[in-house]
Nanobody
Framework: QVQLVESGGTWVQPGGSLRLSCVAFGLAIGDYNMAWYRQESGDQRDRVALITRGGGTAYPDSVKGRFTISRDMNENTIYLQMDSLKPSDTAVYYC????????????WGQGTQVTVSS
């Protein structure tokens, strides 16, 4: 019954900005560590942003200072604000809720395509 529904992916020019949204159904985002991952090719998905249950955040160096993860508890939604986008940011972006115990996830969104090009 859990669903993570992503939106906001589109084409954008280098240097532009984009905000992705992930609406969670069937779970409360405040009960989970939530993250954004991206998949450029193959099966590998790399985490680009994390927000913990307590609200702390973490980013890899590749996006630090450019990407910001946030949440709206009332809307049960996770956001990824992406600024100063580069062509290397082109990927399918996925929302993920980490499982808290055996049988509880992780849960993944369907993915949304972000293409950064001129």
């Amino acid at each position: 019954q859990v669903q993570l529904v992503e939106s906001g992916g589109t084409w954008v020019q280098p240097g532009g900005s984009l905000r992705l949204s992930c609406v969670a159904f069937g779970l409360a985002i405040g009960d989970y560590n939530m993250a954004w991952y991206r998949q450029e090719s193959g099966d590998q998905r790399d985490r680009v942003a994390l927000i913990t249950r307590g609200g702390g955040t973490a980013y890899p160096d590749s996006v630090k200072g450019r990407f910001t993860i946030s949440r709206d508890m009332n809307e049960n939604t996770i956001y990824l604000q992406m600024d100063s986008l580069k062509p290397s940011d082109t990927a399918v972006y996925y929302c993920r809720a980490d499982g808290r115990f055996y049988g509880d996830g992780p849960y993944w969104g369907q993915g949304t395509q972000v293409t950064v090009s001129s």
